[in-house]
């Protein structure tokens, strides 16, 4: 998760550049990196889990892992409650940092310290997965009224309208967010078998997926009446 965040924000850096050059030319080139990616995920081969399974064509395959999910959110109830309040306090920081790329500018901050602000901000879910390890005693239930306290006061300084306030709340957000995110997981993959893992992780997305739909008006809502 740190690797991550940290290669996450130093892109950041790149979105001073991207508003210098114009909207058309990022995203050619972002079509150019993505294209790239696209080969080099082409060339990875998947190994068969076993002879059953490689005779499946790709869409019983597709259906199984759908079918698979749905049952996986029934038969695992505490998990799948886990896995939307994970997601639900992830969505809000997530936007926020979303949309303080627009409103850092409009609240006065300087375009050419928008990427390396957007890089602090980021860096921030790096230093809340490194902290989650001197907190392994506490209970989930403090780790998530900390979190989600965090993320809330985090989202409140957008209203004062200061852009290096906003930042600062931007990287609390951000910290608390990847806190939660690494405990969170830590939990879960001690509540569902290994052979299932890999259903965790696409369910977990799902969640945070929806989320993210019913959120995104929302939050953007939100900001339209600052």
């Known amino acids: 998760m740190m690797i991550y965040r940290v290669g996450n924000a130093s892109a950041m850096l790149c979105a001073g550049l991207a508003l210098f050059i114009g909207y058309r030319k990022a995203y050619c080139v972002d079509m150019v990196l993505g294209t790239l990616c696209l080969y080099f995920s082409f060339q990875l081969k998947e190994v068969p889990a076993n002879e059953e399974s490689s005779k499946q064509r790709i869409g019983q395959q597709i259906w199984e892992c759908i079918k698979e999910s749905i049952l996986f959110l029934i038969k695992n109830g505490r998990a799948t409650r886990l896995m939307f309040w994970n997601a639900s306090i992830g969505a809000v920081a997530t936007l926020y940092l979303f949309f303080l790329q627009a409103q850092l500018p409009l609240a006065g901050l300087p375009t050419g ?6 890089f602090v901000m980021g860096f921030g879910g790096a230093v809340g997965a490194k902290l989650v390890q001197y907190f392994s005693g506490w209970k989930y239930s403090r780790v998530s009224m900390v979190c989600i306290s965090g993320v809330i006061l985090g989202f409140i300084a957008v209203l004062t309208k200061n852009p290096w306030i906003m930042c600062v709340g931007g990287f609390v957000a951000s910290l608390f967010e990847d806190f939660l ?22 369910v977990s997305s799902f969640c945070f997926s929806i989320i993210m739909i019913v959120l995104s008006p929302l939050v953007g809502g939100f900001f339209s009446l600052l």
């Open 181 to 202: 995110q690494v405990r969170s997981d830590i939990l879960l993959n001690t509540m569902i078998p290994s052979e299932q893992r890999a259903t965790l992780i696409s």
């Open 113 to 118: 310290l928008l990427g390396p602000a957007l």
